[in-house]
């Protein structure tokens, strides 16, 4: 039996279907599939129940699962320590990055490059970490907003302090809202979170308050850009407008409301499924990334 192929079992296990493995590995499903049955007629056991819907693991696919895991992890373990003179990190990682963050962070990206010149970083645009994981077979991912039951690790790293803003034009032609109730009077820049619901309900350390738009995206970037035109007033993570704001194309309104803490989160499988460089990334990540901050 190849290693790879006791691998790639505890990798469809983890994700819990061939087509997320594959997806994860870069292998075509018909590939994952094959695998796995020539790894069932090898050990002379039905490892998974399949069904069209769903997959699971059979009494003696569990058995074998939970000793695989110790069996790999001492295969790691030596591998390591034959290897551990070499403290070159290489591998590639599939790093799940939501939009309009990626000049915030490519810098602390490039920074991990530098040091680790023989990783290969794939870096997807995603909307929903927890969806996008499996969806886009991804090793880590970033992810704002509620959290979802699952196997994942999900890592507070970042406060996103959201703060309202509007350019210089808006508050001439509208005038400036001097209460956060005053806000109704006004239009809103509202996002689409990717469960499909609206964000008109901005919250407040104060309260809440209901928001009426003309505009709703699930891009950042057009909330943004049309903050920046005057078409209205925003509700964004202030990491995401901090030059904006500096530079004076918006300006920062009712200061004295403090949004409700919403955070950033680091979302990664069990590190023993991962590999070296995703390991490295990930301690890179919780190091750096609070500095924003």
Known sequence: MKIDDLKLFVKVVEL??????????DLPRANVSRRISELE???SVPLFHRTTRSLSLTN???????????ALALFDHASHAINQSDERVSGKIKLGMLSETHDVLQPILFDFIDQHPDVELDVRV???GFIDMYQQGLDIAFHGGGLIDSDLIARKILPLDRCLVAAPSYI??????????????HTALCFRWPNGEVDNRWQFAEG???????????????????????RGIAFLPRILV????????????????KATAEHGY???????????ASRALIQHLIQEIPKLA
């Open 172 to 185: 001439t032609q509208h005038g400036l809202a001097d209460t956060i109730q005053a806000l109704a009077e």
């Open 41 to 43: 007629s090898k050990l």
């Open 16 to 25: 819990g279907s061939f087509t997320a493995a594959a997806n994860a590995l």
């Open 242 to 257: 901090a030059k904006e704001l500096e530079s004076g194309g918006l300006v920062h309104i009712l200061q004295q409301y």
């Open 60 to 70: 003696q696919g569990e058995i074998y699962h939970q000793e695989l895991l110790k």
């Open 266 to 276: 680091l979302l990664y499988p069990q590190p023993r499924t991962l590999n070296l």
């Open 126 to 128: 995603i909307q929903n």
């Open 208 to 230: 809440e308050i209901k928001v009426s738009s003309k505009f709703v995206s699930n891009s950042i970037a057009f909330i943004k850009d049309s903050a920046l035109s005057g």
